[in-house]
């Protein structure tokens, strides 16, 4: 367990904050950090293409164009970045509910079941075989990395502190530790907003008050 982000994990967190709520210009000079610091072409998209399950299609097609348009601005000014790898194949047999059920209940360590589920099977359905299935099935991030993630996603919207408390959870499930927990607090405040900060300190405080 590492006690510190990786210089790339850092870089994460400003992009999938900004392409959450949808401040373009901002987010824009967090990609260009992002692929200085080391973030792959590959690993950014699969950051921009995962924020439509949480923030909804619009943001993440305006961010995954943004993108472009960094890319073409730094390929002008002579910056060759990293495509990076690209994800396995999936197998032949691959069936997205059942893999989507299995990664679920890995990532947040016992199956996933409750009131709401049952109201309305559909949105189970879709969590697991699209969101737990399809995306966290692509291997270009990791969980953690894709947690950490959601993480700022989650913190850069408002209304959403449930949500951001189950996934503390899955990310202390993958390992995340309470001092990484920190760092992300202090980048979110840093590099986004006080106010973003704040709002995943507030749950952060009350998660931890709940584990005691």
Known sequence: MQNSLSEQQ??????????????????????????????????????????????????????????????????????????GKTNSTLPKDYQALLQGTQNQTQLVGQPVKGALFDFAPAIDEYLKAHLFGDIFSRDVLNWQDREIATLSMLSALEGVDSQLQSHLNIAKTQGVSSHQFENIQKILAEKVSLQVGQRFQNVLTSFHNQSL
């Open 10 to 83: 850092q870089a994460i967190i400003p992009i999938a904050a900004y392409a959450a709520n949808g401040d373009l210009a901002k987010l824009s000079q967090s990609l260009k950090d992002g692929l200085d610091l080391g973030l792959t072409i590959a690993e950014i998209k699969e950051v921009l293409v995962q924020t439509y399950a949480y923030a909804g299609f619009p943001r993440s097609l305006n961010a995954l164009t943004t993108f472009m348009q960094v890319l073409e601005q730094r390929k002008e000014s002579g910056i060759r970045d990293i495509e």
